[in-house]
């Protein structure tokens, strides 16, 4: 697929998906071609773009003659096959806390909200019916996280270490503040994750704002 030997990521700065994975991307220290797919302008339907993916979603990862598509299936493919900068914590009560949180991520609030959702809601019911229904849905995964998290979080969500569950939580609360305006009075622990997640390198690089997609006016 790329004759370079470099990592091909197709991805749209705004998607939480494709942030989760450049995240990945820039721990891992990967430089890696960035390939823009324009999701306003429906560029995932494309035939070119279908042959990568089939379901038309980004992210999409190329790594040779290997290509995986789906967020964590990428996250999960770069931990096992590029170890350094381990990805998951060693212990396993810590590691299962960090999938169930990325889970209620990609499982229970990303979808609920992607672009393809919300068109849908505002054609059968109505634009004003996109905001309450992405505040319904943030707001009860927020919640459970906030539980979830309240006994194991330390500097970051599992501890004084960015694992896994920091690369699904950063772009979903940063989406949720920037996107929609969620208030995050309820959510204080989150609230103070974000905080710290802005301050990192890794995490900055990855911002919608800082690819090379992103309009520039």
Same mark, same amino acid.
């Given at each position: 697929?790329?004759?370079?030997?470099?990592?091909?990521?197709?991805?749209?700065?705004?998607?939480?998906? +494709? %942030?989760?994975?450049?995240?990945? *991307?820039?721990? $891992?220290?990967?430089?890696?071609?960035?390939? #823009?797919?324009? !999701?306003? &302008?429906?560029?995932?339907?494309?035939?070119?773009?279908?042959?990568?993916?089939?379901?038309?979603?980004?992210?999409?990862?190329?790594?040779?003659?290997?290509?995986?598509?789906? +967020? %964590?299936?990428?996250?999960?493919? *770069?931990?096992? $096959?590029?170890?350094?900068?381990?990805?998951? #914590?060693?212990? !396993?009560? &810590?590691?299962?806390?960090?999938?169930?949180?990325?889970?209620?991520?990609?499982?229970?609030?990303?979808?609920?909200?992607?672009?393809?959702?919300?068109?849908?809601?505002?054609?059968?019911?109505?634009?004003?019916?996109?905001?309450?229904?992405?505040?319904?849905?943030?707001?009860?995964?927020?919640?459970? !996280?906030? &539980?979830?998290?309240?006994?194991?979080?330390?500097?970051?969500?599992?501890?004084?270490?960015?694992?896994?569950?920091?690369?699904?939580?950063?772009?979903?609360?940063?989406?949720?503040?920037?996107?929609?305006?969620?208030?995050?009075?309820?959510?204080?622990?989150?609230?103070?994750?974000?905080?710290?997640?802005?301050?990192?390198?890794?995490?900055?690089?990855?911002?919608?704002?800082?690819?090379?997609?992103?309009?520039?006016?």
């Amino acid at each position: 697929m790329t004759s370079s030997g470099q990592l091909q990521l197709y991805s749209y700065h705004r998607s939480s998906c +494709s %942030f989760r994975v450049r995240i990945a *991307l820039n721990l $891992k220290g990967f430089d890696y071609e960035y390939k #823009p797919v324009n !999701l306003l &302008k429906g560029e995932q339907k494309s035939p070119e773009f279908l042959k990568v993916n089939p379901i038309g979603y980004v992210p999409a990862l190329v790594d040779g003659d290997i290509v995986i598509a789906d +967020s %964590f299936a990428i996250i999960m493919y *770069l931990e096992e $096959k590029y170890p350094q900068r381990p990805l998951l #914590p060693r212990d !396993l009560e &810590k590691r299962a806390i960090n999938y169930q949180a990325a889970n209620i991520v990609s499982a229970s609030i990303q979808p609920l909200q992607n672009l393809d959702i919300l068109k849908y809601i505002e054609e059968k019911v109505g634009p004003d019916a996109k905001i309450p229904w992405v505040e319904k849905h943030i707001g009860k995964g927020f919640a459970a !996280l906030e &539980k979830l998290l309240k006994n194991h979080a330390g500097k970051y969500a599992t501890g004084d270490d960015v694992f896994l569950a920091d690369l699904f939580l950063a772009p979903q609360i940063h989406g949720a503040i920037k996107r929609f305006n969620l208030d995050m009075t309820p959510y204080p622990l989150l609230a103070r994750l974000h905080e710290a997640y802005m301050q990192l390198p890794a995490i900055q690089d990855a911002l919608p704002e800082n690819q090379p997609d992103y309009p520039k006016t």
